[in-house]
């Protein structure tokens, strides 16, 4: 999501999320495929630069 679409989600879910681009990821199948996904993830996040 772009920072304008952001925008509308906090302000039509009454949250506070940052108003900056945003990717969400849903992960699904076993706890060791979604560990192991989310892992996978959070090494890309760093090495791109993203945050939490």
Do not use: C, I, W
Request: no cysteine.
């Amino acid at each position: 999501m772009d920072a304008l679409a952001m925008r509308a989600v906090n302000r039509f879910s009454h949250l506070d999320y940052a108003e900056k681009p945003t990717l969400f990821l849903e992960f699904h199948g076993t706890h060791a495929g979604v560990t192991e996904q989310a892992e996978t993830m959070a090494e890309l996040r760093q090495e791109f630069g993203g945050s939490a």
